[in-house]
């Protein structure tokens, strides 16, 4: 129930005065509950199967559960299915689940005759405190400041996902860990639909296929957490890159190029060395100079500002960059292609007077819903962030910036909520989030307005009073990284591209080698249009050639036998959608290419 507006036990005696609630079983914010109930549940069962086992912290998340655990080694598939089996044995036994006020010694005294001294290390953790609230259900204590279900019995519908390292408190200095992830709800219909989401994610990890269809790799060879792009992705990603640049030229940009790395003194004087220095590789000396891999692509576009005199009639200014930035992420959280050391940053920097700032703005809102379009992403969650406790910058230009980015948003007729104090420490900002084919939601896009670098560079402009005036700046990202855009349209379309951004658009399939040398023509027709094409020359049989095809998930197949050589024709197939009888090729062409140039998203023709 909620007293007050807050969630506590069921078995909490409202006070005098006070307001109470019932939160159902089957409402959303009840979820939470069931996690962390399940949570202890997970713990108990390990702790029972495998006696001398440190528990360490087992909060809800977003999708799930997870509990860590120190452990002599690691667990198992099998050992999953024993925990999961003993908790079901637990929660068959419907053990209240209690909550208990210890002093502080006791609760000491307590973890210690245990062994458990990562319980020991929380609550030293917690010096204010002279009562602590731990939980018991049989015989298992945990420290928690609750809420909890009134007992095991209610937790029925769960499952263990997966389980992976973890290093304590999440430094990589500290113990590794054992972290096992599950899922629970309170009806089984709700686990059955969420474990076919899982195996619908599963197929579709951008991991599995850009290995499957020869996409990318990363290899301990060249470094944790760096991408080599294979051919089939190298092209898609050339694709992207040229769209992207041909809609920035459209909208008003010009490109700029930078280098990898610069002279320290210029992170020095962005602030990088003092605020970001955890995140940035060593510095490189080098003939008594030190350089730096450049983390963000930024202070290079200020540089280039401040290579000449501006003036307000030279604003705003659009400069855009794929710049590829490198950035030191613990090993424990790097993720295939979502979460990276090395990538290229779609990035963007616009230099504006105030007066220009929302009319800029509407421009970035349009461009950006457009360009996501192009991708298939329509849905979209935006926010607005506004100014923190701690910000650089006057009182009245944040005032006016946030009432800019907020009449931008209402011109632009875009609904958005606002996330009050959740703006950057140098300006507010606009974040987009898209909604993928699974229904997840990722950040893709950030506006954001800064008023710390054009201070720290001292930029300047001659403004229409003659005096000299700071611009402002707003940094922006629609796609994001390359590599972890390129990741989420993998899971997107389940490796299955639209036939603009395929790899290989079309794979001539000859019957037999008889076939062959008109298979040979067809290619040649279908290259010189600019169509990416394979010709399969294997000696196998049809059908096999045809699942090869649909394996690879190639949009269009022409085969050739008899009858098309006769007819001068193919026979078309299309991917997944199967056979759609003689074409004239000529024709094919001609839809292929408008399909491609109309940037379509669906295979048919």
């Known amino acids: 129930m909620k007293v007050n507006g807050e969630f506590r036990d069921l078995s909490t005696e409202p006070g005098p005065g006070e307001n109470f609630e019932e939160v159902p079983a089957g409402a959303p914010e009840a979820l939470d509950v069931y996690r962390h109930s399940c949570s202890h549940l997970l713990a108990q069962a390990v702790c029972q199967l495998f006696p001398g086992t440190q528990y360490g912290i087992g909060p809800a998340v977003e999708n799930g559960f997870y509990y860590d655990f120190l452990t002599s080694r690691p667990f198992t598939p099998e050992d999953l299915a024993a925990i999961s089996s003993r908790m079901r044995e637990i929660a068959s036994q419907d053990l209240p689940i209690e909550r208990l006020e210890w002093k502080r010694g006791e609760a000491l005294d307590y973890f210690r005759s245990l062994g458990q001294e990562l319980k020991v290390e929380l609550i030293g953790e917690k010096t204010s405190e002279d009562t602590i609230s731990v939980y018991r259900q049989g015989d298992f204590v945990d420290l928690c400041r609750g809420p909890h279900l009134p007992s095991t019995g209610h937790l029925r519908h769960f499952a263990l996902t997966s389980v992976a390292a973890a290093y304590w408190k999440g430094d990589e200095n500290n113990h590794s860990l054992q972290r096992i992830y599950g899922v629970v ?52 990603r050339h694709e992207i890159e040229k769209f992207w640049k041909e809609e920035h030229l459209k909208n008003g940009y ?32 080098y003939e008594h100079s030190a350089f730096q891999l450049k983390p963000m692509n930024c202070p290079f576009h200020i540089v280039i500002y401040k290579s000449k005199t501006r003036s307000y009639r030279d604003l705003p200014l659009r400069w855009a960059e794929l710049g590829t930035v490198y950035r030191y992420e613990r090993s424990g959280v790097l993720h295939g292609l979502l979460r990276v050391r090395g990538f290229t940053q779609d990035d963007a920097h616009i230099f504006c007077t105030p007066e220009q700032l929302e009319q800029e703005v509407c421009e970035l809102i349009r461009f950006s819903t457009s360009l996501l379009g192009a991708f298939g992403f329509n849905e979209l969650n935006v926010c607005l962030a506004t100014r923190p406790d701690r910000f650089v910058g006057s009182e009245a230009d944040w005032d006016n910036a946030i009432a800019a980015l907020a009449q931008a948003l209402k011109i632009s007729k875009v609904e958005y909520r606002v996330d009050q104090g959740e703006g950057v420490f140098y300006g507010p900002k606009i974040d987009i989030k898209i909604k993928d084919v699974l229904q997840r939601w990722w950040q893709l896009t950030t506006i954001q307005v800064d008023f710390n670098l054009p201070r720290r560079f001292d930029l300047r402009y001659s403004d229409s009073a003659g005096g000299q005036s700071h611009p402002f700046m707003v940094h922006r ?96 197939r299309i991917h997944k959608l199967g056979d759609r009888g003689s074409v004239n090729l000529a024709e094919l062409i001609a839809v292929i290419n408008r399909n491609r140039e109309e940037k379509k998203l669906n295979y048919e023709i």
Do not use: C
Request: aromatic fraction near 8%; hydrophobic fraction near 45%; proline fraction near 5%.
């Open 185 to 236: 709800f309170p009806g089984a219909a709700e686990l059955a639909a969420h474990l076919d989401f899982l195996n619908e994610a599963q197929a579709r990890d951008h991991r599995k296929l850009g290995r499957d269809l020869d996409l990318f790799s990363q290899a301990d060879d060249i470094g944790a957490g760096l991408v080599l792009w294979h051919p089939k992705g190298a092209m898609i």
């Open 477 to 572: 990202a629609l796609l994001g990284s390359l590599e972890r855009f390129f990741g989420i349209l993998i899971e997107h379309y389940g490796g299955a591209f639209p036939p603009w951004l395929a790899p290989v658009q079309a794979i001539v399939i000859p019957v037999s080698e008889n076939h062959l040398e008109y298979a040979g023509q067809v290619q040649r027709k279908l290259v010189e249009a600019g169509i990416r094409t394979q010709l399969e020359t294997r000696s196998e049989g049809l059908a096999k050639k045809i699942r090869s095809a649909e394996t690879q998930k190639i949009p269009y197949l022409l085969v050739i036998g008899d009858r098309e050589m006769q007819a001068g024709n193919v026979s078309l």
């Open 254 to 285: 010009e490109l700029l190029y930078t280098p990898h790395l610069a002279g320290l003194d210029l992170w020095k004087t962005s602030g990088h060395l003092d605020y970001y220095r955890e995140n940035m590789f060593p510095a490189m000396e």
